[in-house]
């Protein structure tokens, strides 16, 4: 494809085109060009594009480190996020830096690959191009990492008072609200506004859920007790809120109910079996049943991206693409998908489940594929799912842990929980950063990113 092609993909208004460089304001990750350009120019080798720079992306990308391409990481953000720790970014225990790296700067070793910072709208299969707000480009394979989002099972109206946490503005805002919260109750002469502000209900009861909960007991108890002259943190009322009928479903029972123990003893309200009617500006309903709260937080769901709607693939109920076993698409040869965004199922035909080794797994597979069809190699036909546990901590000195047979609790499942998580961290200052604050956490009760922004 010449340069001519790619330039009359790129979209952008008569008032774009003829504003020029004072008259376009200021820049933000969709404003257009003044004048339409090629994002990417022609290639001499095969162009993998990678859209998203998730775990699965990233690992995608690795795998192809050595093999005779070119490697176009697409991403809407300038950053690798490390999901599983944005609770603690939302709960002031870390800063968003120490979970969150520039892409360029963790793949500016692989001499292959390419940054392209833009948001993805479409695909056109057949001229094979990957279209994005700011331009289109051509590939030779794709490899969908697009993750997913928030499902608020068709309410999505409740989006705009329980916020969910997928990325790092969630994180903010929803540290943002929660310190504001106390501040505002330090503040009011009102009894009943004061209980308000400060009720806190997590909706949902997975490992997310859990997580959120217990932190912000922990907030309240212990990090703020002696912040405030007028309140008392320790009043602080937490509700965890599970429409199934226990915590951390996909967990052994035990485990869950030593969770469930764990945050009643931390001082949160857990109600399972209890399904949410409604949210809003005020507080949620369950039922009849009415909890006045200042702050919602969503955990309950995820729906995939619309990734099956660019190649109008087939998909389940959550909007996750069915992959064939080698996670190829339909009868796209050239066409992956891997992460949160697909439904693939395990050897015992169980659902792979939405967590970073599986994604990291599909993503290598992908790379590996890819390379070996590029060398004239057979490729392996059939993506093998091995499961690696399933961790989650309920706060200070408490974690359930299930890694094969083997099981952890309390204080040593806690520790096993934070050594893994420092493990997967990319780069040694962010491992030996977010082990000294969580050391000094332990040791002090304080949490020392409590910024309001």
């Not at 729906?303 to 992959?323: C, T």
Request: aromatic fraction near 8%.
């Amino acid at each position: 494809m010449d340069a001519n092609q790619v330039a009359a993909e790129t979209p952008g208004s008569a008032e774009s085109k003829s504003a020029g460089p004072e008259g376009m304001g200021m820049l933000t990750p969709d404003t257009p060009f003044p004048t339409p350009e090629p994002l990417l120019g022609a290639s001499d080798r095969p162009r993998v594009v990678i859209i998203g720079a998730g775990f699965g992306g990233l690992e995608a990308a690795n795998a192809l480190a050595r093999a005779p391409v070119e490697v176009v990481i697409v991403d809407q953000h300038n950053h690798h996020c490390f999901q599983p720790l944005l609770y603690q970014v939302a709960t002031a225990a870390l800063a968003s830096a120490d979970i969150a790296w520039p892409i360029r700067s963790i793949v500016h070793n692989q001499q292959n690959a390419r940054v392209v910072m833009a948001r993805v709208v479409g695909i056109d299969k057949e001229r094979k191009l990957v279209k994005t707000v700011l331009g289109s480009f051509s590939y030779d394979f794709l490899v969908l990492a697009t993750g997913a989002t928030h499902s608020y099972f068709g309410h999505e109206e409740w989006s705009a008072f329980a916020p969910g946490l997928k990325q790092l503005a969630d994180a903010t805002k929803i540290r943002t609200q929660i310190l504001l919260a106390f501040e505002r109750a330090e503040l009011t002469q009102n009894d009943e506004e004061r209980r308000r502000l400060m009720t806190f209900v997590v909706i949902g009861g997975g490992p997310t859920g859990v997580e959120m909960a217990g932190a912000i007991a922990e907030v309240a108890r212990q990090t703020l007790r002696s912040d405030f002259r007028r309140i008392d943190p320790e009043l602080a009322r937490t509700v965890l809120i599970e429409a199934g009928p226990r915590l951390l479903a996909s967990f052994p029972d035990n485990l869950s109910r030593y969770a469930a123990a764990a945050l009643k003893w931390k001082g949160v309200d857990v109600r399972t079996g209890t399904r949410v009617t409604n949210c809003d500006a005020s507080g949620v309903s369950i039922g009849d049943q009415r909890i006045e709260a200042a702050t919602l937080i969503w955990a309950a769901g995820v729906i995939a991206s619309p990734a099956a709607e660019w190649l109008g693939a087939s998909h389940d109920h959550a909007g996750r693409i069915l992959v064939n076993p080698d996670l190829s698409v339909g009868d796209s040869a050239d066409i992956y998908a891997i992460g949160d965004t697909t439904a693939v199922k395990d050897a015992s035909g169980h659902p792979v489940p939405g967590v970073a080794p599986a994604a990291k797994q599909m993503g290598r597979y992908v790379g590996d594929r890819i390379a070996a069809k590029l060398a004239g190699a057979t490729p392996p036909e059939t993506f093998i799912y091995r499961d690696l546990g399933d961790l989650a901590t309920i706060g200070r000195k408490a974690a359930v842990v299930r890694i094969g047979g083997m099981q952890l609790t309390g204080f040593v499942g806690w520790v096993f929980w934070s050594i893994v998580h420092i493990f997967f961290l990319i780069g040694a200052r962010d491992r030996v950063v977010v082990a000294v604050n969580w050391a000094w956490n332990y040791l002090t009760f304080q949490r020392g990113a409590r910024l309001i922004t």
